[in-house]
């Protein structure tokens, strides 16, 4: 099976409505889902927010966030997770925000993305973010971080379950 079949599989299983704020994957995430059959039912939205204005205005990053910790940042990319799970009724959004390259940007590497999982469960809010460098083309890194976003969906949703915070 495929990592958005697998996820599909555990959305499904745990009763998890998914909801996206995709910067650098521009949908991708959402689209490798929808091309699993049975997946609608278990995708509220998906938000594409490329400009700083667009990420403060539809998600709510604050302006502050962006100056201090610059676009390609795990403090973004948090704000915009809860940002998209805040306006919806799912209960796990995932972020990303990040340099696909091939140039670097602001003394970032080329290939580094920033990802979030928010989570509403029984025992409270959580959200996890990591940061990754990965190497290859624009649709190379683009592809390969929307299936690390999703393959970490289930390991930080247990997280989550645990009661762990992130």
Not at 27 to 44: D, Y
């Amino acid at each position: 099976m495929s990592i958005a079949g697998d996820t599909v599989h555990y959305l499904r299983k745990h009763s998890l409505l998914l909801t996206t704020a995709e910067s650098c994957t521009a949908g991708k995430i959402i689209t490798l889902l929808s091309e699993v059959e049975g997946s609608g039912e278990l995708i509220e939205s998906g938000y594409v927010v490329y400009s700083p204005e667009a990420k403060q205005r539809l998600l709510s990053v604050n302006p502050y966030t962006i100056e201090t910790f610059n676009l390609t940042s795990c403090e973004v990319a948090r704000e915009m997770a809860l940002g998209a799970l805040h306006d919806s009724t799912a209960n796990v959004a995932v972020a990303t925000t990040g340099i696909l390259g091939p140039e670097d940007v602001d003394g970032i590497p080329a290939g580094t993305i920033c990802f979030a999982w928010a989570y509403q469960t029984e025992s409270g809010l959580s959200v996890f973010s990591r940061a990754h460098r990965f190497m290859g083309s624009r649709c190379q890194v683009q592809r390969l971080a929307a299936d690390h976003s999703l393959q970490l969906l289930p390991y930080f949703h247990q997280r989550a379950l645990a009661g762990e915070r992130g």
